[in-house]
């Protein structure tokens, strides 16, 4: 299996713009998660989602963000309109059953301008 | 005006000697923690994890203990070489139903030659 596979890898986009992250979980790995990353907070939770449910976005900073799972082996993070302290890196990671390892896709890093 | 950023713990080691990353908790109903290894501009590696019913578990050259009483953990690395070097993580299972990994600040790990 390739991994976690996440795009664009890079992304810079004005502010206001709609942004879209990609996400294609390991096959066969039942739950997912969105993460961000910065200097200012560290490695925070967004989301997850358990057989494409979500269970908990209490980590979404705000309305303007949002994330899907519409099957098993894709998932998005869209942030609409985008403010330039979204600036980050998103991670997405999948793991197989609860009390097993994670992994991690290498990351979008996301500039707003 | 713009916060500081997170100060990471750092710990500077000399190659070949042994190292401790310490780590605590905050949940004392999480049920599985792991250690993952970040290097620079890639997503979280997997190191070792351990499920608390156990309060030791060693891998290759690395070593986690979990201390519940005082919800503590840490990852000790023996033999440190200089692709030890990268910022480590502790992450906590802290779903009651599906896993939700959340993850400490994080400790920068430096080998010195």
């Known amino acids: 299996d390739a991994g976690v596979i996440q795009s664009p890898r890079h992304e810079v986009t004005e502010m206001g713009q709609e942004v879209t992250l990609r996400c294609k979980p390991i096959?066969?790995?039942?739950?997912l998660f969105w993460y961000r990353q910065t200097m200012m907070r560290g490695l925070e939770l967004l989301i997850y989602?358990?057989?494409?449910?979500?269970?908990?976005d209490s980590g979404m900073p705000e309305d303007r963000f949002s994330a899907k799972m519409p099957n098993a082996s894709f998932s998005t993070l869209k942030i609409q309109p985008s403010e330039p302290r979204d600036s980050a890196v998103y991670f997405c990671?999948?793991?197989?059953?609860?009390?097993?390892?994670?992994?991690f896709g290498q990351g979008t890093r996301l500039t707003v301008v | 005006g713009e916060s500081v950023g997170l100060h990471l713990p750092t710990l500077s080691v000399q190659e070949g000697d042994n190292s401790i990353i310490n780590c605590a908790y905050s949940?004392?109903?999480?049920?599985?923690f792991i250690w993952y290894k970040q290097e620079s501009g890639k997503g979280p590696q997997f190191i070792i994890d351990?499920?608390?019913?156990?309060d030791k578990r060693q891998g290759q050259r690395v070593t986690v203990l979990l201390n519940k009483t005082v919800k503590h953990l840490s990852l000790q690395i023996a033999a440190t070489q200089p692709g030890d070097s990268a910022v480590y993580f502790c992450?906590?299972?802290?779903?009651?139903?599906?896993?939700?990994?959340?993850f400490g600040q994080g400790t920068r790990l430096t080998i010195n030659p």
């Open positions: 990671a999948s793991s197989l059953l609860r009390d097993t390892e994670a992994f």
């Open positions: 096959s066969g790995h039942n739950s």
């Open positions: 989602f358990n057989n494409n449910v979500p269970i908990d």
């Open positions: 949940n004392s109903a999480s049920d599985y």
């Open positions: 351990i499920r608390s019913n156990m």
């Open positions: 992450a906590e299972n802290m779903g009651q139903g599906a896993q939700k990994l959340v």
